[in-house]
């Protein structure tokens, strides 16, 4: 194994290559290699036992009663509701149990004793705002040093940017942030980005994932501390046969108000319900795609995923990758652990609401997806849990809407019609319609309790925990919860349509694509909102004019779904404004401990990032080569060397760009003649660069 910082030159990009093997998977035959599967042990059964049996009896239960509550007769409709009504009430059941489940949560620890392993901290990053990137690597490498695995681990920045003037913002960054970190920085840029992240990913390890034993995988806007870095290695290192284990990140940094609230929820709710999913899963847990270690050994054997057949959105490139990958390595024996108890796990968030439904829109494809992958050969069967719970947790959003829908036209038919006593001529006594409306009653209190107690739980958890008394105090904290709660309440009927209009433009074949993530969003305007839920507006309006007409108690019921409809272009725009986050803050609203006292790693990144060159937009990025001489030495000496088998569109681009600087009287028009491509093979290539910049400006 090569060492890491044995005889480097860090006046290349890159490392020298140190490829491995990484075969693509045959998903219909057994995997090959990996350690023998050992069985999970009794907590894990136990708690297995609580969350699907206990789903299952909450389902029967559900069932049981609605059946009953429309008599031995039921109408189609009924029937109907019965079907919808179902697994609906076993989805709320099954959360309320896996959070239950968290009693059997095992009781980690970080074992002592040497530990070499090489590690290496990636980051795909794909048009992002690289300075903020860069500055929570630099801030990261600060630490580990500080931990004392700088001599063992390194940074590698993985970019997909198709865009070539985003391409100059990210070298000009790295390079400086090379001469302040204290561990090898690294960065390479695709010429071709296919398979997206997972492509990314994989080509690194083939080309240099030799160099390491484990791997660190991070998102553009999410960070690991240097001592969480350090316990992940020592459990690894400690147990040959795990091949990941995922953190749970604390979602930070949020500004608007909808950020805010997902931050507080996460932040409240989610160690309960991270200790309910870790101690079901067992060691075949998950994997989010970031923000988790991975033995390289593991992952070049088991996770070279092939492509789907057929075309988007169900075939090509598997787009919810992570998920298959930590099935993959299932599979194959190793073991995949969700550790609840490691803090020092940090995540952005998206910062409105319709910037949340574009990210769900390409979840939810790459989820639909996995329905083609439960035939995988050896998948174990908690791997096919986690892929059943990732398509209804979309699918569940059409179920409720017809659960209502169906509802609503049940009791237009109880109101409309005139029930028919005697069906039969020579009946003696009259059959009565049947509907225990006392009972539906009991059921909907149930569903609801299910629903919030979770939530009452967690928040009463955290007033005996120092968690209150960082967060503001009790008070704040149950006023907080109360708050989101309802501005959930109002979002959550908005959601439910947005991915019912996702899943019907998934299932009609229209494929989501690639676009670059929203890190920081801003107040969209009022036609920008108007566009977006004028048809949730019509909906509410129009279904809250019929029943004021035909059914008014039914408002009670249906009040708060019809609210958020009519209101959602007010809570979409108000929920994205900074203005309003700031103003929840000074009253104390949503406060999360990572708020109050930010950790030390995310205000470092910060200063970090003020002291990193600041990005330039559209063409001026390149204009700066053209007249700064540093920054055009400073983004050649970030290139890699073009490979010989170079990309046939590449090459094309490179002998026209070369043709039309070589007749360009000046740098602009040389600009101005180029395309997309040809600039990109310009910015790619030192002697084109060298070759354009001396032209007169």
Same mark, same amino acid.
């Given at each position: 194994?090569?060492?890491?910082?044995?005889?480097?030159?860090?006046?290349?990009?890159?490392?020298? #290559?140190?490829?491995?093997?990484?075969?693509?998977?045959?998903?219909?035959?057994?995997?090959?290699?990996?350690?023998?599967?050992?069985?999970?042990?009794?907590?894990?059964?136990?708690?297995?036992?609580?969350?699907?049996?206990?789903?299952?009896?909450?389902? +029967?239960?559900?069932?049981?009663?609605?059946?009953?509550?429309?008599?031995?007769?039921?109408?189609?409709?009924? +029937?109907?509701?019965?079907?919808?009504?179902?697994?609906?009430?076993?989805?709320?059941?099954?959360?309320?149990?896996?959070?239950?489940?968290?009693?059997?949560?095992?009781?980690?620890?970080?074992?002592?004793?040497?530990?070499?392993?090489?590690?290496?901290?990636?980051?795909?990053?794909?048009?992002?705002?690289?300075?903020?990137?860069?500055?929570?690597?630099?801030?990261?490498?600060?630490?580990?040093?500080?931990?004392?695995?700088?001599?063992?681990?390194?940074?590698?920045?993985?970019?997909?940017?198709?865009?070539?003037?985003?391409?100059?913002?990210? /070298?000009?960054?790295?390079?400086?942030?090379?001469?302040?970190?204290?561990?090898?920085?690294?960065?390479?840029?695709?010429?071709?980005?296919?398979?997206?992240?997972?492509?990314?990913? *994989?080509?690194?390890?083939?080309?240099?994932?030799?160099?390491?034993?484990?791997?660190?995988?991070?998102?553009?806007?999410?960070? +690991?501390?240097? *001592?969480?870095?350090?316990?992940?290695?020592?459990?690894?290192?400690?147990? %040959?046969?795990?091949?990941?284990?995922?953190?749970?990140?604390?979602?930070?940094?949020?500004?608007?108000?909808?950020?805010?609230?997902?931050?507080? *929820?996460?932040?409240?709710?989610?160690?309960?319900?991270?200790?309910?999913?870790?101690?079901?899963?067992?060691?075949?847990?998950?994997?989010?795609?970031?923000?988790?270690?991975?033995?390289?050994?593991?992952? /070049?054997?088991?996770?070279?995923?092939?492509?789907?057949?057929?075309?988007?959105?169900?075939?090509?490139?598997?787009?919810?990758?992570?998920?298959?990958?930590?099935?993959?390595?299932?599979?194959?024996?190793?073991k995949v652990r969700l550790d609840h108890d490691l803090r020092g796990s940090f995540e952005g968030c998206p910062p409105t609401l319709l910037d949340m439904a574009a990210r769900e829109r390409r979840w939810a494809q790459g989820n639909l997806q996995h329905s083609r992958l439960f035939g995988m050969r050896g998948l174990r069967g908690i791997s096919r849990a986690h892929f059943f719970i990732g398509i209804m947790g979309f699918l569940m959003s059409p179920l409720w809407l017809a659960l209502i829908l169906v509802g609503l036209v049940l009791s237009a038919t109880v109101l409309l019609s005139t029930p028919e006593y005697f069906p039969n001529s020579y009946q003696l006594f009259p059959e009565w319609p049947v509907f225990d409306s006392q009972r539906m009653l009991w059921l909907f209190v149930a569903a609801m309790t299910l629903l919030l107690l979770p939530k009452f739980i967690a928040t009463f958890r955290a007033f005996s925990r120092p968690l209150a008394k960082q967060a503001g105090g009790r008070k704040r904290v149950l006023a907080s919860a109360l708050f989101e709660t309802i501005l959930s309440a109002l979002i959550a009927p908005v959601q439910m349509l947005v991915q019912t209009r996702q899943i019907f433009e998934i299932l009609?074949?229209?494929?989501?694509?690639?676009?670059?993530?929203?890190?920081?969003?801003?107040?969209?305007?009022?036609?920008?909102?108007?566009?977006?839920?004028?048809?949730?507006?019509?909906?509410?309006?129009?279904?809250?004019?019929?029943?004021?007409?035909?059914?008014?108690?039914?408002?009670?019921?249906?009040?708060?779904?019809?609210?958020? #409809?009519?209101?959602?272009?007010?809570?979409?725009?108000?929920?994205?404004?900074?203005?309003?986050?700031?103003?929840?803050?000074?009253?104390?609203?949503?406060?999360?401990?990572?708020?109050?006292?930010?950790?030390? +790693?995310?205000?470092?990144?910060?200063?970090? /990032?003020?002291?990193?060159?600041?990005?330039?937009?559209?063409?001026?990025?390149?204009?700066?080569?053209?007249?700064?001489?540093?920054?055009?030495?400073?983004?050649?000496?970030?290139?890699?060397?073009?490979?010989?088998?170079? %990309?046939?569109?590449?090459?094309?681009?490179?002998? /026209?760009?070369?043709?039309?600087?070589?007749?360009?009287?000046?740098?602009?028009?040389?600009?101005?003649?180029?395309?997309?491509?040809?600039?990109?093979?310009?910015?790619?290539?030192?002697? #084109?660069?060298?070759?354009?910049?001396?032209?007169?400006?």
């Open positions: 194994m090569v060492d890491p910082l044995d005889g480097l030159n860090m006046t290349r990009s890159v490392p020298p #290559l140190a490829p491995l093997p990484m075969p693509v998977q045959d998903f219909a035959a057994m995997p090959k290699g990996g350690p023998a599967r050992q069985m999970n042990d009794l907590r894990t059964w136990m708690a297995r036992l609580l969350t699907f049996g206990g789903a299952l009896v909450i389902a +029967i239960i559900g069932f049981t009663q609605m059946l009953t509550a429309f008599g031995d007769d039921p109408t189609v409709m009924q +029937i109907a509701l019965l079907v919808l009504f179902t697994p609906t009430f076993a989805w709320v059941g099954f959360s309320f149990c896996g959070v239950l489940a968290g009693l059997f949560a095992p009781n980690l620890t970080t074992p002592e004793g040497p530990n070499d392993a090489r590690v290496v901290v990636v980051m795909p990053i794909y048009h992002e705002d690289v300075a903020v990137s860069t500055g929570l690597l630099v801030a990261l490498a600060n630490q580990l040093q500080a931990e004392g695995m700088a001599g063992r681990t390194e940074i590698f920045i993985l970019s997909d940017t198709r865009d070539p003037e985003i391409a100059v913002n990210e /070298t000009l960054v790295v390079h400086q942030a090379r001469q302040i970190s204290p561990l090898p920085i690294w960065y390479r840029r695709r010429l071709s980005n296919e398979d997206r992240k997972s492509g990314n990913v *994989a080509e690194f390890v083939r080309n240099w994932g030799g160099r390491y034993d484990q791997m660190v995988v991070l998102d553009a806007d999410s960070v +690991i501390s240097g *001592a969480t870095v350090r316990e992940l290695s020592a459990r690894m290192n400690a147990d %040959p046969r795990i091949g990941l284990i995922q953190t749970m990140p604390m979602l930070v940094g949020g500004e608007t108000i909808f950020a805010r609230l997902t931050q507080f *929820a996460g932040r409240v709710y989610g160690p309960m319900i991270a200790r309910g999913v870790s101690a079901w899963s067992g060691d075949t847990g998950n994997y989010w795609g970031h923000n988790a270690m991975i033995r390289i050994k593991a992952f /070049t054997q088991a996770c070279g995923l092939p492509r789907l057949s057929g075309k988007p959105p169900f075939g090509g490139t598997i787009l919810s990758h992570d998920f298959v990958e930590a099935a993959a390595l299932c599979r194959a024996g190793w009609s074949g229209r494929d989501s694509g690639w676009d670059a993530q929203v890190r920081a969003g801003h107040m969209p305007g009022w036609g920008v909102v108007l566009r977006h839920h004028w048809a949730h507006v019509a909906l509410g309006l129009g279904t809250l004019v019929v029943l004021a007409t035909f059914s008014p108690e039914q408002l009670i019921w249906l009040s708060p779904i019809l609210a958020g #409809l009519i209101l959602s272009p007010l809570t979409s725009r108000l929920s994205a404004s900074p203005l309003f986050g700031r103003w929840a803050r000074m009253r104390g609203l949503l406060l999360t401990p990572e708020e109050r006292n930010p950790p030390a +790693i995310l205000t470092e990144a910060v200063a970090i /990032t003020r002291r990193l060159p600041l990005a330039v937009s559209g063409r001026d990025s390149l204009r700066r080569l053209s007249t700064d001489r540093q920054a055009l030495d400073n983004h050649i000496a970030m290139l890699s060397p073009l490979p010989e088998d170079q %990309p046939r569109s590449l090459r094309l681009a490179r002998i /026209t760009a070369e043709a039309k600087i070589a007749h360009a009287a000046t740098r602009s028009q040389a600009l101005d003649d180029m395309d997309r491509s040809e600039t990109d093979a310009m910015v790619l290539d030192p002697a #084109l660069l060298t070759r354009w910049s001396s032209l007169p400006a």
